[in-house]
C-alpha cells in the first residue's frame, strides 16, 4: 500500500445527518469538516422544512472543522435561523472559541 492510500485510510470520514422535529434541527456532524464537505452541508440543510428556526450541531464526533464551516454555519444565522453548537471538544472547540461563535448563545 502506498504512504498517501494509508494516510488516506486512516483520515476520519465525514458525515452529516439531520433530525427535524417541529422548528427544530439537529445537524449530527463526524469527521473532519473542511471546505470540502460544505455542498454536502448545504444539501442536508435544502432539505429542511421551511417551518425550521433552530439548528443544533452535535459536535460531538467531530474531530476537526475548519474556517470555511464556521463561516457556513455563521451564513446559517444571517438567513434567520438560530444556530447553536453542543459536545465540541478539542480542536473543534478551540476554532469555535477563537472566532466566538458561541459567544451569547444559550448552550444546548
Known amino acids: 500500500m502506498s504512504q498517501d492510500a494509508l494516510e488516506a485510510s486512516q483520515s476520519p470520514a465525514f458525515s452529516?445527518?439531520?433530525?427535524?422535529?417541529?422548528?427544530?434541527?439537529?445537524?449530527?456532524l463526524s469527521g473532519e469538516a473542511d471546505l470540502a464537505?460544505?455542498?454536502e452541508l448545504?444539501?442536508?440543510?435544502a432539505g429542511a422544512p421551511s417551518t425550521v428556526r433552530t439548528?443544533?450541531?452535535?459536535?460531538a464526533t467531530l474531530a476537526?472543522?475548519?474556517?470555511?464551516?464556521?463561516?457556513w454555519l455563521e451564513g446559517l444565522r444571517r438567513r434567520?435561523?438560530?444556530v447553536?453548537?453542543?459536545?465540541?471538544h478539542g480542536i473543534v472547540r478551540r476554532v469555535l472559541d477563537l472566532v466566538a461563535f458561541?459567544?451569547?448563545?444559550?448552550?444546548v
Open 16 to 28: 452529516a445527518r439531520l433530525l427535524v422535529d417541529g422548528e427544530r434541527a439537529l445537524l449530527v
Open 37 to 39: 464537505v460544505l455542498p
Open 42 to 45: 448545504d444539501a442536508r440543510l
Open 55 to 59: 439548528v443544533v450541531v452535535d459536535a
Open 64 to 71: 476537526f472543522i475548519d474556517a470555511s464551516v464556521v463561516g
Open 80 to 82: 434567520g435561523l438560530a
Open 84 to 88: 447553536r453548537v453542543r459536545g465540541a
Open 102 to 107: 458561541d459567544a451569547g448563545t444559550p448552550s
